[in-house]
């Protein structure tokens, strides 16, 4: 069996719960915190063959990983194997000179901060609970404590942005000189909140998507960032400063996740563990696994996962072994057309077919 290189550590706790997530979160539940992270680590005891002795990665979300108590963050990450990248995502209000102080003797060396906006206003819409002051305070003191590869989180397309706030928060992010940024679209999720309440506006906003996404994307490569995934960007130069984590995902690699709701996949099956958290601490206070779905990835499944994900990335993917995934026809057509380019035995999007992104890769599938 091929050993997972890659790490990912759910932390589900929130203080409150942004009507757009579909993320499995919990609200509070301080008093479970020093629970959840004995689970965790049981279940990594469980699991821990599965994973290679020294990983390449590690990655904690959420969630909010910064909310949970600072003694069970210091304790958990000092349990988990040594990487070559170990990243946690952060809300800017969650960041102190202590905490920061915390992620960096703990041997984190990448921080994923979700500032999202810098517009009070748009996150207020958002529901989120840090202001524009508090992301510059949080990135300033991660800074100060020493980490050298920090990452903004921003959406655009929230209700009521206009052209000239998408290029404001654009720029305020620049200002900050973060190693990497990713650009998300919002994206409401059925059921949400979010949908419930401003449903019809982003329904009427949807055409100028498009626009906004090219903004981005001019904006950051001028700025001296390469665009290497469709919603990714990172500062070029001679670091690497890609997210190794998520390149783990979009490359097709297997991958452990631990904790309530998340997934792995491991040769060749996906699994999912329950999104019940009293499930999920019951069953490994007893020892045994957490209650999860499986999935089996069959050929045809991983070869349309590969070419999905592999087109996101700026790199040409390797068509050995995913030919049946393609059509012939539609992607002599699109190659005609100027949207994507096969070279020998590769195959990777134009700009302009990035631009249209799965829109063009539905249609490359066989």
């Known amino acids: 069996m091929a050993l997972a290189r890659h790490l990912y550590v759910h ?3 929130c203080s409150s719960r942004c009507g757009y997530c579909d993320f499995v979160t919990v609200i509070g539940r301080f008093g479970e915190h020093a629970r959840y992270v004995d689970a965790l680590l049981r279940e990594f ?8 002795w020294e990983p390449e990665t590690v990655y904690l979300g959420g969630g909010t990983p910064t909310l949970t108590e600072p003694r069970e963050l210091e304790r958990l990450l000092r349990a988990l194997p040594g990487s070559a990248e170990l990243t946690i995502e952060a809300n800017p209000e969650t960041v102190t000179d202590e905490l920061a102080a915390l992620l960096k ?11 999202q906006s810098f517009n009070a206003t748009h996150l207020e819409t958002l529901g989120r609970a840090a202001r524009p002051d508090d992301v510059r305070r949080a990135f300033a003191q991660l800074r100060a404590a020493g980490i050298d590869n920090i990452s903004l989180d921003l959406i655009y397309g929230i209700p009521g942005q206009t052209p000239d706030d998408l290029a404001r928060d654009l720029a305020e992010a620049v200002a900050l000189e973060p190693e990497h940024l990713s650009a998300y679209e919002l994206e409401a999720k059925p059921g949400t909140r979010f949908t419930h309440a401003y449903g019809a506006e982003l329904e009427r906003q949807s055409d100028s998507l498009e626009t906004y996404f090219e903004r981005v994307v001019e904006t950051l490569d001028a700025a001296g960032y390469r665009w290497y995934e469709t919603a990714n960007f990172c500062r070029a130069g ?5 997210a190794r984590h998520n390149l783990g995902y979009w490359r097709g690699d297997d991958y452990l996740g631990l904790g309530v709701g998340a997934v792995s996949t491991l040769d060749g099956v996906r699994h999912r563990n329950a999104p019940s958290l009293r499930r999920y601490l019951e069953a490994l206070e007893r020892g045994v696994r957490p209650p999860r779905e499986l999935e089996e990835l069959t050929p045809e499944i991983r070869r349309t996962e590969r070419v999905m994900l592999g087109l996101r990335l ?3 993917l390797d068509l050995t072994g995913l030919d049946a995934a393609l059509d012939s026809r539609e992607l002599e057509r699109l190659t005609a057309l100027g949207l994507a380019v096969q070279t020998g035995r590769t195959l990777a999007l134009t700009p302009r077919g990035r631009f249209l992104g799965g829109g063009v890769t539905a249609r490359l599938l066989a």
Not at 45 to 52: D, F, G, N, Y
């Open 105 to 115: 003797r703990s041997g984190v060396d990448r921080v994923s901060l979700g500032a």
């Open 314 to 316: 700026d790199e040409p």
């Open 238 to 242: 001679e670091r690497d400063l890609r």
């Open 11 to 13: 932390l589900p706790f």
């Open 45 to 52: 005891e469980l699991e821990r063959e599965t994973l290679a």
